[in-house]
């Protein structure tokens, strides 16, 4: 059974910093991309990033790239977010998911991936 667990969001100031993890369970964590995603309020889900476990691969969407770092700790199923110099567009719901790489084709589309946690919420303030 896989299940996923996001966690680290809060109330942050603009320009600051925030890690977000997510912890993986119930399957061969190696063979997985995790991705977060994340759906601010009246807009659509949209990606932030993806790591391909497998060989750490990573993705970061335009939005964020360049002050935020996807890591993973295979050995503890769980992987990070860490998120720097936030915006306030930056708030909204986070959400981890895990599918089989050989499922997304290396693709970071939230439309490919199957199993999803728990939101965190990060709110960033101006």
């Known amino acids: 059974d896989v299940q996923l667990q996001a966690s680290g969001g809060g109330l942050v100031q603009t320009g600051g910093s925030l890690r977000l993890s997510c912890t993986a369970s119930?399957?061969?964590?190696?063979?997985?991309?995790i991705g977060w995603f994340r759906q601010a309020p009246g807009k659509e889900r949209v990606r932030v990033s993806c790591?391909?476990?497998?060989?750490?691969?990573?993705f970061y969407d335009d939005s964020v790239r360049g002050r935020s770092t996807i890591s993973s700790d295979n050995a503890k199923n769980i992987v990070y977010l860490e998120m720097n110099r936030l915006k306030p567009e930056d708030t909204a719901v986070y959400y981890c998911?895990?599918?089989?790489?050989?499922?997304?084709?290396?693709?970071?589309?939230?439309?490919?991936?199957?199993?999803w946690g728990q939101g965190t919420l990060v709110t960033v303030s101006s």
């Open positions: 790591i391909y476990s497998p060989d750490g691969s990573t």
């Open positions: 119930g399957f061969s964590f190696d063979e997985y991309v």
């Open positions: 998911a895990a599918e089989r790489l050989a499922a997304t084709k290396r693709m970071c589309r939230g439309e490919l991936f199957g199993s």
